[in-house]
């Protein structure tokens, strides 16, 4: 297993256009998480999945973003009507176990660019 | 909230010499974690360290330690004989152990660290 991954790893679009990302987590990996990145921060948390379930949602994501993580395997993020706000680095993290001590392993991000 | 700052925005050591960056945070919960991140350049983050909160013994890795103060919600990283490839951006997390910040990763905004040889 080569660690996490994520796909595309830049996107470019257009305002008002919808956008997908996936995110393969590490095998046998029960949590799943998504942050986002932009120029100049720390990540910011999105949302969390431990396996199917979706258990925390940030106040970040509006409802023009959805993620889901169907058979608790890979993730996508979907973000409808995007805006030039929405511009930034997407990253993925998985981790195993059911502390918060548990190491998150992330994958190398998406770079989203909305014109 | 939990918030978590990094008052240094760059850094820069010379090679084989110790540098250490400050974290500070703020919380109302009594059992935490902490982490350093590390994100080279255009290359994933990675886990460089991490304390648990209810351990007064500093964490260490091979050639980075931290300095826990608990009291002062200080939370210090120091690379020792620092290498060329320990250039990267750091970033100081936190995340509780119950209520609302379980789980996900509260970030700094992060220092840049050049390595100078």
Redo the contacts between chains.
């Keep these: 297993d080569t660690?996490?991954s994520q796909n595309p790893r830049h996107k470019i679009t257009k305002r008002g256009q919808n956008v997908t990302f996936r995110c393969d987590p590490i095998s046998e990996h029960n949590?799943l998480?998504w942050?986002r990145q932009t120029l100049?921060?720390?990540?910011?948390?999105l949302t969390?999945f431990q396996n199917e379930a979706q258990?925390?949602k940030?106040r970040l994501l509006s409802d023009r973003f959805s993620a889901e993580r169907p058979k608790g395997s890979f993730s996508t993020l979907e973000i409808q009507r995007t805006e030039q706000g929405d511009s930034a680095m997407y990253?993925c993290a998985s981790s195993f176990g059911l502390?918060?001590?548990n190491?998150?392993f992330?994958?190398?991000?998406t770079r989203l660019t909305v014109l | 909230a939990q918030t978590v700052t990094q008052s240094q925005p760059e850094m820069s050591v010379q090679e084989a010499e110790t540098v250490t960056l400050s974290c500070t945070y703020d919380t109302s919960e009594s059992d935490y974690y902490l982490f350093w991140y590390k994100q080279p350049p255009s290359r994933q983050m990675i886990l460089v360290i991490r304390q648990e909160a209810y351990k007064q013994q500093n964490a260490t890795e091979n050639r980075f330690s931290v300095n826990f103060q608990k009291a002062a919600k200080s939370f210090s990283l120091k690379i020792s004989d620092s290498q060329l490839g320990d250039a990267a951006m750091y970033f100081c997390a936190y995340t509780g152990n119950s209520g609302g910040s379980n789980y996900k990763l509260t970030f700094g905004k992060g220092t840049l660290l050049t390595v100078n040889p």
């Design positions: 660690g996490v949590r998480y942050y100049g921060q720390g990540p910011e948390f969390y258990l925390e940030s990253l502390t918060s001590y190491e998150q992330f994958g190398p991000g």
